[in-house]
T-cell receptor, first 112, second 111 residues
Framework: EADIYQTPRYLVIGTGKKITLECSQTMGHDKMYWYQQDPGMELHLIHYSYGVNSTEKGDLSSESTVSRIRTEHFPLTLESARPSHTSQYLC???????????FGSGTRLTVV | GENVEQHPSTLSVQEGDSAVIKCTYSDSASNYFPWYKQELGKRPQLIIDIRSNVGEKKDQRIAVTLNKTAKHFSLHITETQPEDSAVYFCAALGNTGKLIFGQGTTLQVKP
């Protein structure tokens, strides 16, 4: 089924660890986005990409990095996790034509 | 810069009543306005959208209206049910290609 998939769904890690959150979509969408969201709160854009080898920082300052080597894959990496990174991370994608985003189910990250 | 203001932040209604959520956007080039519903622990889901060449759109109990002159758009839910309880986000698509989201409205429908 064409959708956008995020793994892991939940993650608890120690301070200082390096982690990568995975996001893949099977819809052929060119545009992909990462949002940080505390439960029920605002969606903060942290990174986006309009195609392979294109990445931009979003509106919220983040210590994470992203890469876009393949159209379908848009991983987010935290080099050194801190408790302040505890949040939910949502990946989204959008195709050509101006339709809305499709969101993934999110990764709930807890840094202890 | 681009901005979307959403009100109210919380809304509590009795089952069967109507609910209205309002948004104002700043970028006059915005031409697409989706609404998302996010249930507790779930991903945001698109529930209805409207393009700038249309003033109103309905889908069963939900409707969206757009006033381009005033740069306002609103979500209307009629005959609310407990399963409508969720956080609702409005958004506007500008010429940057990014959706600008409102701050969210927590809707509680009391049985």
């Amino acid at each position: 089924e064409a959708d956008i998939y995020q793994t892991p769904r939940y993650l608890v890690i120690g301070t200082g660890k390096k982690i990568t959150l995975e996001c893949s979509q099977t819809m052929g969408h060119d545009k992909m986005y990462w949002y940080q969201q505390d439960p029920g709160m605002e969606l903060h854009l942290i990174h986006y990409s309009y195609g392979v080898n294109s990445t931009e920082k979003g509106d919220l300052s983040s210590e994470s990095t992203v890469s876009r080597i393949r159209t379908e894959h848009f991983p987010l990496t935290l080099e050194s996790a801190r408790p302040s990174h505890t949040s939910q991370y949502l990946c989204a994608s959008r195709g050509i034509g101006g339709s809305g985003y499709t969101f993934g189910s999110g990764t709930r990250l807890t840094v202890v | 810069g681009e901005n979307v203001e959403q009100h109210p932040s919380t809304l509590s209604v009795q089952e069967g009543d109507s609910a209205v959520i309002k948004c104002t956007y700043s970028d006059s080039a915005s031409n697409y306005f989706p609404w998302y519903k996010q249930e507790l622990g779930k991903r945001p889901q698109l529930i209805i959208d409207i393009r700038s060449n249309v003033g109103e759109k309905k889908d069963q109990r939900i409707a969206v209206t757009l006033n381009k002159t005033a740069k306002h758009f609103s979500l209307h839910i009629t005959e609310t049910q407990p399963e409508d309880s969720a956080v609702y986000f409005c958004a506007a698509l500008g010429n940057t290609g990014k959706l600008i989201f409102g701050q969210g409205t927590t809707l509680q429908v009391k049985p």
